[in-house]
């Protein structure tokens, strides 16, 4: 009898433990089940949105004239037409009116069926970037100075009260500023651009990675971004696409969180791009313009 008793209790034993054991695996299962999803630490892809302005034609006046570099002449504008101006891009671009010496432009009007341009001769026109600010309510144009330039033979006549017809900007891109790594790539022509883009980057919290190759025909350019230090600004002194071309193959894109903007003349930019085409690079976040064609 004893020795029945002590298997029974075994067995007893045994399946009590069993029961213990599946009770466990049952709340174990519970708990995991009532768990929060974990929490994925990789950030969302962000990708530059395009939005439309409404068209408008201003004419403005010249506040200031202003030379705030060896290569650039700033023109200050301002008026009451200058309301409700907006430019959410930092590459944004508006064109600017130029009238032969002697004539007047009479700023064209927006229709349903589209721009009236009035009377008379069209006046040339050039694509600039503007540098608004929206507390002084003033809009500024830095003009490259070179020979041969329409826009840079009128800002260097330019004076306080003189006028000048702009249109735009048509509509804007907005590039997210909080790319962790971003690189930027242009010369003289991009460099207002360029200018308006790190100012904003430099009044982030934690500021970015940010690397710019700039071409530029004399070092003496350099003083339009000298506020910048914070930033690593590489010169390439005198116009070499080949120079540049061979920077960067140096530069090592990051698999996630870029940006790059590519600008220039046209068919450098193009070749430039050839550098960031292939299965590793997302087209959606390189952006490049073509700021002039040589002639």
Same mark, same amino acid.
């Given at each position: 009898m004893s020795f029945g008793l002590t298997i029974s209790k075994k067995i007893l034993h045994s399946f009590l433990m069993a029961i213990i054991i599946i009770c466990s695996n049952f709340r174990y299962i519970y708990l995991i089940s009532r768990r929060p999803p974990m929490m994925t630490t990789m950030k969302k892809t962000q990708y530059p949105q395009r939005v439309q302005n409404e068209l408008r034609f201003r004419e403005l006046t010249v506040l200031r !004239?202003?030379?705030?570099s060896a290569g650039f002449q700033r023109i200050v504008l301002g008026g009451d037409a200058l309301d409700g101006f907006?430019? #959410?891009g930092f590459d944004d671009h508006t064109k600017l009116f130029f009238p032969q010496e002697g004539a007047t432009f009479t700023p064209p009007q927006v229709t349903d069926e589209g721009i009236n341009? +009035?009377? +008379? !001769? &069209?006046?040339a026109s050039r694509d600039y970037t503007p540098l608004?600010? @929206?507390e002084r309510h003033e809009l500024a144009y830095d003009f490259f100075i070179h020979d041969g330039g329409i826009? /840079? &033979?009128w800002a260097l006549a330019a004076s306080v009260g003189d006028k000048l017809v702009i249109g735009g900007p048509r509509g804007s891109l907005v590039v997210p500023e909080d790319y962790a790594w971003q690189l930027y790539v242009g010369d003289e022509s991009g460099m207002p651009a360029l200018l308006r883009r790190l &100012?904003? =980057? /430099? #009044?982030l919290p934690v500021p970015p990675q940010v690397t710019a190759i700039v071409t530029i025909g004399d070092a003496s350019y350099k003083?339009? =971004?000298a506020e910048f230090d914070g930033f690593n600004i590489e010169w390439v002194v005198g116009h070499n696409p080949a120079a540049v071309a061979e920077r960067l193959t140096q530069v090592s894109v990051p698999a996630e969180d870029y940006f790059i903007w590519v600008t220039g003349e046209g @068919? !450098? !930019? $193009?070749? =430039? =791009?050839? &550098?960031? $085409?292939g299965d590793e690079i997302d087209p959606q976040l390189v952006r490049s313009q073509a700021y002039w064609h040589s002639k």
């Amino acid at each position: 009898m004893s020795f029945g008793l002590t298997i029974s209790k075994k067995i007893l034993h045994s399946f009590l433990m069993a029961i213990i054991i599946i009770c466990s695996n049952f709340r174990y299962i519970y708990l995991i089940s009532r768990r929060p999803p974990m929490m994925t630490t990789m950030k969302k892809t962000q990708y530059p949105q395009r939005v439309q302005n409404e068209l408008r034609f201003r004419e403005l006046t010249v506040l200031r !004239v202003e030379r705030v570099s060896a290569g650039f002449q700033r023109i200050v504008l301002g008026g009451d037409a200058l309301d409700g101006f907006v430019s #959410q891009g930092f590459d944004d671009h508006t064109k600017l009116f130029f009238p032969q010496e002697g004539a007047t432009f009479t700023p064209p009007q927006v229709t349903d069926e589209g721009i009236n341009w +009035g009377e +008379g !001769v &069209r006046p040339a026109s050039r694509d600039y970037t503007p540098l608004y600010d @929206a507390e002084r309510h003033e809009l500024a144009y830095d003009f490259f100075i070179h020979d041969g330039g329409i826009a /840079s &033979r009128w800002a260097l006549a330019a004076s306080v009260g003189d006028k000048l017809v702009i249109g735009g900007p048509r509509g804007s891109l907005v590039v997210p500023e909080d790319y962790a790594w971003q690189l930027y790539v242009g010369d003289e022509s991009g460099m207002p651009a360029l200018l308006r883009r790190l &100012r904003a =980057l /430099s #009044q982030l919290p934690v500021p970015p990675q940010v690397t710019a190759i700039v071409t530029i025909g004399d070092a003496s350019y350099k003083d339009y =971004l000298a506020e910048f230090d914070g930033f690593n600004i590489e010169w390439v002194v005198g116009h070499n696409p080949a120079a540049v071309a061979e920077r960067l193959t140096q530069v090592s894109v990051p698999a996630e969180d870029y940006f790059i903007w590519v600008t220039g003349e046209g @068919a !450098v !930019v $193009k070749s =430039l =791009l050839e &550098r960031f $085409k292939g299965d590793e690079i997302d087209p959606q976040l390189v952006r490049s313009q073509a700021y002039w064609h040589s002639k």
